[in-house]
């Protein structure tokens, strides 16, 4: 190891090559927030720089961890104390903005909003987005293909992405800069490293897709009075909004309850006794009819007694205020601590039984414990946060099998956006099939034989 450092000292400079105290003052995990106890951080600032060092460890057999935000939430950046961490912090530069052909050039390591910033000041817009926006890294956002809270209109990442750049585990770099809608010249390669977390290779740039603004924002957060209107309210919203529909959350009673009246961190905007909300949200153009528009859909929404209550943002304060309940994590961390949080997906019909039967589950076996549920409905993606009272590896598995095992019956995900990373490894093969795991390894072991790129994140190494 200690050859390697100096080697790939020579390579990214001595500022750069970090170790002892400047590795454990930082964190590997956004929920611990453990400290980092990989042998030391490299931080490369090119490509180039970086396809070195890659070769340098590819020699040397050495395994690497790639850290973009560190804000992901399965564990994906953890690094054992005989890894590198490799830092795309320094590699945070927006390269170009094309206008007409509505493109975004970017290097991985820049912040989420950062890159939604810059869109903006060119008259454009890049919706992806999510809670971790400051500090999560578009490279992050690309290998974890991220979803957040527009995908109903936009996608995910994925199809935000037009092109990208990737150092292989042996230090190649793969240019497929791509920055046209179409391009059917072969394979899309691209797809290889979206959404692989970083197992098949170092994102290092990459061609963003931008979209029109849409200026006039507006939000909702109603009440409904059961299940079935929820769901209802969902498809009135998307027919009656034409397109404009950019966000759909719900909140079971359980979670609006806790972060308004229960623990008093948000003032309840609507009293808390229904067993459902939704914050609803519509991006249009022009204010005047797009407000038109959204009240008339609410309107004829109650009329057809899909909500019983509703209150409107009247202004960002007030959007931001309706978003805050919904998007506190650090809230239920601190109330419900300690706790397991979940991301499943599964077909909107079938939600509701299930929330159920996961709720039993957790009530037979611990009666104090709590299920808190909240979720980007109309994505069919739900997010648990569990607490039993404990958080160790026996209470773990066993909330882990109240949630995950009604899921294969249903056609559902055990990670609808958050990925599998170290923590959903072992459950893997509930939503994919053995040809699909197959093919995953032989993926795998084509492009890092020698497995050094993010060892043992979402395949077990043990099986190939
Ligand atoms: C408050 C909060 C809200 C969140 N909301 C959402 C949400 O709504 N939707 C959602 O999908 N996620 C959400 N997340 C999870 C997280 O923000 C996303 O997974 C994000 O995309 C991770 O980006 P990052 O830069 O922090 O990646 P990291 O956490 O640093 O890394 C995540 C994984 O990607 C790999 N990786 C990072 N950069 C690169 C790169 N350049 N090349 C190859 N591999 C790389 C890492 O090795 C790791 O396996 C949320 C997290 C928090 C803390």
Sequence with gaps: MHALLEQITTLV???????????SARSADWMSAAPCRAAAIIRPASTDELSKVMRACHAARQPVVTHGGVTGLVHGAAAKPDELVISMERMNRIEAIDTVGSTLTVQAGTPLQSVQEAAEDAGLQFPLDLGARGSCTI?????????????????????LVLGLEAVMADGRVVSSMNHMLKNNAGFDLKQLFIGSEGTLGIVTRAVLRLHPQTPDVQTALVACPDFD?????????NQALGGNLSAFEAMWHNHYHLLTEESGRHTAPLPTDSPFYAIVESLGIDA?????????????????ELICDAVLAHSSQQRQGLWAIREDIEGLLQLLAPFFVFDVSLPISAMQDYVTEVEQAVAQRWPEGRVITFGHLGDGNLHFSITVGSDDDASRQAVEQCVYRPLSALGGSVSAEHGIGLEKRRYLDLSRTADELALMRQLKQALDPHNLLNRGKVLDPASF
């Design 139 to 159: 490279g992050g956002n690309i290998s974890t293909n991220a979803g957040g809270i527009r995908v109903i209109r936009y996608g995910m990442t994925r199809q």
């Design 13 to 23: 400079g001595a500022a750069n090559v970090l170790t002892g105290q400047d590795v």
């Design 288 to 304: 005047d009819s797009h407000a038109a528009q959204f009240s008339q859909a609410l309107e004829s929404a109650f009329e057809r």
């Design 229 to 237: 209107a929820l769901t209802g309210l969902l498809s009135h919203m």
